[in-house]
């Protein structure tokens, strides 16, 4: 087996075992995602999406994500999250409707960053990217039918098999910014 053929597999093996991926160049700062199924690592693109990742990095540092749930989750699609609503059970058919009221504004679409199983993009309620609010989704599979039309801003670093594991209802109990 040459050496190509042997890190590829060694990738794969990672991969599907929910191991650690090294931190992409360029990276920002991780978001982690404390679940009731798991702990979630999530790798930043400022440089892509610098407005988009300060977004979610203030809602983050404001506990705006605490105790929602995940109010989306297609098998083989994503999960999504980012309504407040979603912390009362009661009103669970609204839940996806709601974000902070105030959208980001721009739409931070590059072809650099696709969506890939494992990407994490901003979510908006129509063909309009600049109406994303703080609703994002977490792809399972490869999109590439919704590239050019979210803004990709992060990727799974390590939790994939989390991901894996998440079903509507599922409680986001903690998210921070590891430092």
């Known amino acids: 087996m040459n050496r190509l053929a042997a890190a590829l597999l060694v990738v794969v093996a990672c991969s599907l075992h929910g191991e650690a991926q090294q931190k992409s160049p360029g990276a920002g700062p991780i978001i982690v995602l ?3 199924k798991g702990t979630i690592e999530i790798e930043t693109y400022p440089e ?3 407005k988009t990742v300060a977004r979610v990095i203030a809602l983050v540092k404001k506990n705006f ?3 929602q749930r995940f109010h989306r989750a297609e098998p083989n699609f ?3 999250v980012g309504d407040p609503v979603s912390r009362d059970v009661s009103r669970d058919a609204s839940w996806g409707r709601q974000g902070t009221g105030t959208p980001i504004g721009v739409a931070e679409i590059t072809k ?3 969506n890939l199983a494992g990407a994490v993009a901003m979510a908006h309620p129509g ?3 600049t109406t994303a609010d703080s609703q994002f989704y977490i792809l399972r599979r490869a999109a590439p039918e919704l590239d050019g039309k979210y803004t990709v801003f992060g990727h799974v670093l390590t939790g994939a098999e989390v991901v894996a ?3 509507r209802g599922d409680i986001l109990k903690r998210a921070f910014v590891k430092e």
């Open 65 to 67: 994500y605490n105790g």
């Open 165 to 167: 594991k998440l079903q």
């Open 127 to 129: 063909t309009d990217a």
């Open 78 to 80: 994503l999960v999504q």
């Open 48 to 50: 892509e999406a610098p």
């Open 34 to 36: 404390e679940t009731a």
């Open 112 to 114: 650099k960053r696709r």
